[in-house]
């Protein structure tokens, strides 16, 4: 283990010198890892018997990112609540962000019936210019400012500088037990109840995933509803576990991406997505995390970010059903978003 001074610095050399590294910490744990090794392309379909980690990308039909450990480095997280500066940060071209992302959730509540779709996830980028700091700096807020969530920070020459702070588990596989959580529904208010709109939404990602698991899993079952906290905002959740008999492989791609990321039915909304999206989602709900020959916890790439010179391009989206107010998306996504902006505020 070495020291918090030593830990940053080798984030920020790591930068410079171009060598792929993952620095992360999982949700209420006290240590933070990072992990530097070779990065090689990866397909969905080569994730068996694999040991590392893996950056896999919202389109299935995409290579990800697999960093073969060469190298493993802990130290003890040191949280902080408050931080002394702003970082100056300043959003590119809101309006039309705004009125283009409205538009495009007007058209996906009219399109729902005419292509036999129950939920599409709508998303957009929102890019920022940012004062210049460390990116180790950054890394280190936002671990602070998220201690229930999966934090990472990620490199490599293919993929550049992402950042998140996913509050949603795509699936853990240890001792022959698989778990797995299905996450939907926002609000800003725990005491504020939820409508039937995200009670259903919530409902349609849970059976979705328990059909997609079917195949490759015996003796399904299912935790009752739990609403939850993920930084500023609150999510309603069930809990899944199974006993996996399929492969690795097999059961991450039943999974991914789940209806909480894409709709449903699965493979409609993903063509859907894919086809009609303006913005170029690249990792964003994709997945991230270990593998550890048969055993796996990887999370969805949620409350993300990519830093790219003085710009970030922070990801974001929202469930959209026949019950849809776009207005309300807008403001959802906002709400989002601040999991990622708070890094860069002094609070």
Known sequence: MINEKEFIELIDLNIKSKIPFVAYKFSEKDKVSCIIGKSTRIKCSELDKKNGFIFMPFDCSKKGIYIKPQKKIITQSILQSVFNNTIQHSQINFQRKKKEYISYVSQVISNLKKYKLRKIVASTCLEYNIQYVSISEIFM????????????????????????ASPEQLVEITKNKLTAHALAATKINYHQKWNNKEL???????????????????????????????????????????KPKGEISEI????????AVAG?????????????????????????????EDDCNLFVNIRCAQIIGNKLKVFVGAGITSESIPENEWDEILEKSKT???????C
């Open 264 to 292: 449903s039915p699965k493979q409609s909304s993903i063509e859907y997505i894919l086809k009609n999206e303006k913005n170029n989602r690249q990792y964003y709900t994709g997945y991230l995390g270990i593998l550890n």
């Open 252 to 259: 991450i791609n039943s999974l991914h991406p789940t209806p």
């Open 141 to 164: 807020r936002l671990i602070s400012l998220n201690p229930s969530a999966f934090s990472y920070m990620f490199f490599s020459e293919e993929t550049g500088i992402w950042i998140g």
């Open 200 to 242: 259903n939404e919530q409902q349609i990602v849970l059976n979705d995933m328990i059909n997609n698991l079917a195949k490759y899993c015996d003796d399904i079952s299912t935790s009752e509803i739990q609403t939850v906290s993920a930084a500023n905002l609150f999510h309603l959740r069930n809990s899944i576990t199974a």
């Open 340 to 346: 990622i902006l708070r890094i860069f505020c002094s």
